[in-house]
């Protein structure tokens, strides 16, 4: 192998070890969960997701707070601001959603950990065979969009063992589902927690809450996290108190393969799978607007998770170019000029003289 091909294999590893798509925040396995508390002892909420410092969580009433630290099953957060969600029109309830013949309309649906199931539906958190309840979720979503003249693609696939290598396998069913050209790609799960966290009444139905959940570990962090407010946005519209919050938190989750990929957290294993399959019937009313699929927001989603995208773009251009900086320190012992980097690794101006040289 040749000098300049090892280089350019390093110089791939390390623009690949940039943008790895492979992390995901850990999640506990002893049936126990975390409580996010401020500084003054008030509990934000509770989740079975670890969280590192850095990472956010915008609550219910739109207080941004910040990840400080975890010591123990406490998770010490800070306040930072109250953010202001995007603007969603008023005629949302009137909106008509677009036909699958017509641009946009299209949703596809997985679910990495396909095992998640509900305690007191049936019996067990997980079932071994990967038929958890979870895709009975996921099927009560499809149906939802699908009456409304959405084309929903649903995938039921296994991606077992629940573990850390677990997003690596889902990937490859996210990449199917994205030929099918979905406007929006929806990975749905559960949470664990206490019940009361996600119990709630909606319309004078016993549902449960979702949680929204951006993987800041992306090169889409920013137009998904957009999307992921217009979600928002849209559910406090059509239906107050339906939204738990959004989790901005280490991990990927597959997120990097396009600006509209989301992971939706329906219920806890501690809810009944009744009260999470009508969430699920709720926010299909509350995807299509967020993604721009009706009449009346596709411009402004577009907009909005447009130059989001546009700005993740930018940061990936800026990620490349730190990696190949760095390539050139370890290259040559110190960063060189870009334009002689790459006419001795193209062999023009007599790259191997240059190499001797740079080895003296």
């Given at each position: 192998m040749?000098?300049?091909?090892?280089?350019?294999s390093l110089l791939c590893l390390v623009i690949a070890a940039c943008l790895s798509n492979s992390v995901a925040a850990s999640e506990r396995d002893d049936h126990g969960y975390f409580t996010l508390q401020d500084g003054q002892g008030n509990s934000i909420t509770m989740t079975g997701r670890e969280m590192d410092p850095g990472d956010h969580?915008?609550?219910?009433?739109?207080?941004?707070?910040?990840v400080e630290k975890t010591v123990g099953d406490i998770i010490y957060v800070t306040y930072v601001e109250t953010i202001e969600l995007p603007k969603?029109?008023?005629?949302?309830?009137?909106?008509?959603?677009?036909?699958a013949k017509s641009?946009?309309?299209?949703?596809g649906i997985y679910h990495t950990h396909n095992a998640e199931s509900y305690v007191p539906t049936s019996g067990t958190e997980a079932k071994e065979d990967g038929q958890g309840d979870v895709l009975q979720v996921g099927k009560a979503l499809a149906n939802s969009l699908e009456k409304q003249g959405l084309t929903v693609y649903w995938s039921g696939n296994s991606h077992l063992p629940h573990d850390g290598q677990a997003y690596l396998r889902s990937r490859r069913t996210a990449t199917e589902l994205l030929r099918k050209g979905p406007d929006t790609l929806i990975d749905v799960h559960r949470d664990a927690t206490p019940p009361e966290v996600y119990a709630t009444e909606i319309?004078?139905?016993?549902?449960?809450?979702?949680?929204?959940?951006?993987?800041?570990?992306n090169?889409?962090?920013?137009a998904n996290l957009e999307y992921a407010k217009r979600i928002k946005a849209a559910g406090d519209e059509f239906f107050p108190g339906i939204i738990e919050g959004i989790f901005d938190a280490r991990g990927n989750y597959n997120q990097d393969l396009g600006p509209k990929m989301i992971l939706l957290e329906f219920g806890a294993h501690t809810n009944a799978l009744e009260q999470a399959e009508q969430a699920a019937e709720f926010f299909a009313k509350v995807i299509p607007a967020a993604a721009g699929l009706t009449a009346s927001e596709?411009?402004?989603a577009q907009r909005q998770i447009g130059g989001a995208a546009g700005k993740s773009l930018l940061w990936l251009v800026v990620i490349a170019v730190i990696a190949v900086l760095g390539f050139l320190y370890i290259d040559q012992g110190k960063i060189g000029s870009l334009k002689g980097f790459f006419r001795r690794e193209a062999g023009l101006g007599g790259g191997d003289q240059d190499d001797s040289d740079g080895e003296q």
């Open positions: 040749s000098k300049a091909l090892g280089r350019w969580y915008i609550a219910a009433d739109n207080r941004l707070y910040e969603i029109s008023q005629d949302l309830l009137k909106a008509q959603v677009g036909k641009p946009g309309g299209v949703v319309e004078g139905v016993p549902t449960t809450k979702v949680r929204i959940v951006v993987g800041r570990q090169q889409n962090r920013t596709r411009t402004e």
